[in-house]
């Protein structure tokens, strides 16, 4: 029914960057708040970034702050996360996940989660 799929991750150096990809072949994502998240080994899942339409739900995390960005191809019925200046710290599995268009994006509360894609930062 409802999916996303997640593409993008893989191996990089300090320093690199990679764009992450988020599809959704069960619905529009136009019609739902969209938001990244990540897990890192041995931490929780901490959320990255969240957008409804054009509106900022939130902002960007500060450990990413200047270095991500979130956007949107509604043509393609995707979203895209770019990583910039990645560090070591940055490895973690990524996740995209939607909610209702008015949800706050709480991590504990979005409605549909991709099963994430690794990226993997080499120190």
């Known amino acids: 029914q409802v999916q996303l799929v997640e593409s993008g991750g893989g191996l990089v150096q300090p320093g690199g960057s990679l764009r992450l990809s988020c599809s959704a072949p069960g619905f529009t994502l136009d019609y739902y708040a969209i938001g990244w998240f990540r897990q890192a080994p041995g931490k929780g899942r901490e959320r990255l970034s969240c957008?409804?339409?054009?509106?900022?739900?939130?902002d960007y995390a500060d450990s990413v702050k200047g270095r991500f960005t979130f956007s949107r191809d509604s043509a393609k019925n995707t979203v895209y996360l770019h990583l910039n200046s990645l560090k070591p710290e940055d490895t973690a599995v990524y996740y995209c996940?939607?909610?209702?268009?008015?949800?706050?994006?709480?991590?504990?509360?979005?409605?549909?989660w991709g099963k994430g894609t690794l990226v993997t930062v080499s120190s």
């Open positions: 996940a939607a909610d209702r268009i008015g949800s706050n994006c709480a991590t504990e509360t979005m409605d549909y």
């Open positions: 957008r409804s339409g054009s509106v900022d739900i939130t």
